[in-house]
């Protein structure tokens, strides 16, 4: 015999499963996501330090996250235009250069470093041992720049060499880009650039750093290099460190799971948390585009220069 319990009861829980249903009516449009990376350190290093967290994501979002490491700044871009890169991370200015060119996206996070502040610094290395101690001993030499979104590497120097009274492609001899973080560096020490722009986050915490804790600087000799065999010769004002975004056009319910999944990692998953700043990192920042404003600003400011020149 069926009683009204009874029949109250199979109600409400097909209203539940109906909810539950709804909520995840997202998975039958993406039953897998991508999550793309611009590239700081070499493809192989990328991919160590961020499957732990394409691993927690997919744990938390229930569907496969597969990660993308890209060849350049601009494939995220493009990646994210075209809707097949539905979660990157990106530096500021490449996240910026996406806003300005039209791509529809959201921040989410950005990282919180080792000093308390969610943001970091460009600089301008030379070896120690060579004669160059200030922007002016570099005039006619060779200056490794990393991409051309690239905020440290390349936008955030021409910027603050321009306000100090340099003109990049004046007073050096000549710029080239590197590719990526590493590959200015290496261009340093294997003598194709006699400087190179890159990020500067703390004392202890560098790409330098970073590729040394590899083994990944040598000497002539051999002999691994560390953070004092690099003088920094230029060092910008602070820029806010770039976020993880994501497409706009995602379902509502997607994206606060994703916002959800990001805003608990140091929580949920310390050691995928972790893995993203060799354990240097405190936590993780919500973000805006507010944020950013400064620089779709700097932006602006050195793609009205480049049509000046």
């Known amino acids: 015999m069926i009683t009204r319990r009874m029949m109250a ?13 709804a909520a995840d009516d997202w998975k ?87 000093t308390g502040a969610s943001g970091y610094y460009s600089v301008i290395y030379v070896k120690a041992d060579s004669p160059y101690k200030t922007i002016e001993d570099l005039k006619g030499k060779n200056l490794a720049f990393v991409d051309p979104n690239s905020t440290s590497g390349n936008q955030a120097p021409r910027f603050f060499l321009k306000r100090a009274g340099f003109e990049v492609e004046k007073h050096f001899g000549k710029t080239f880009f590197a590719g990526s973080h590493e590959n200015a560096v290496l261009a340093l020490t294997q003598g194709t650039a006699d400087a190179a722009a890159n990020l500067w986050n703390s004392e202890t915490d560098t790409v330098v750093t970073r590729m040394a804790t590899k083994g990944l600087l040598k000497n002539a000799d051999g002999t691994p290099m560390k953070q004092s065999d690099f003088r920094v010769v230029f060092k910008s004002d602070f820029l806010p460190e770039g976020p993880f975004a994501m497409l706009d056009s995602l379902p509502e319910d997607l994206k606060t799971r994703i916002r959800t999944a990001f805003e608990e990692l140091p929580m949920k998953d310390k050691a995928a948390f972790d893995r993203l700043s060799d354990g240097k990192d405190q936590g993780l920042t919500p973000v805006t585009l507010k944020d950013y404003q400064p620089i779709i600003d700097m932006l602006k400011f050195n793609d009205e220069q480049r049509r000046k020149s």
Do not use: C, W
């Open 9 to 21: 009861g199979a109600l409400a829980f097909g209203l539940l499963g109906g909810a539950a249903r």
């Open 28 to 114: 039958t449009q993406y039953p897998e996501l991508t999550l793309a990376v611009i590239p700081v350190e070499n493809a192989s290093g990328t991919t160590d330090r961020y499957a732990p967290l394409t691993d927690y994501l997919t744990k938390s979002l229930g569907v496969p996250v597969k990660l993308r490491v890209a060849n350049d700044y601009a494939a995220v871009i493009e990646g994210q235009r075209a809707g097949n890169i539905q979660v990157a991370f990106y530096g500021p200015a490449s996240f910026a250069r996406a806003v300005m060119t039209g791509v529809k996206i959201d921040p989410i996070v950005n990282q919180k470093h080792e």
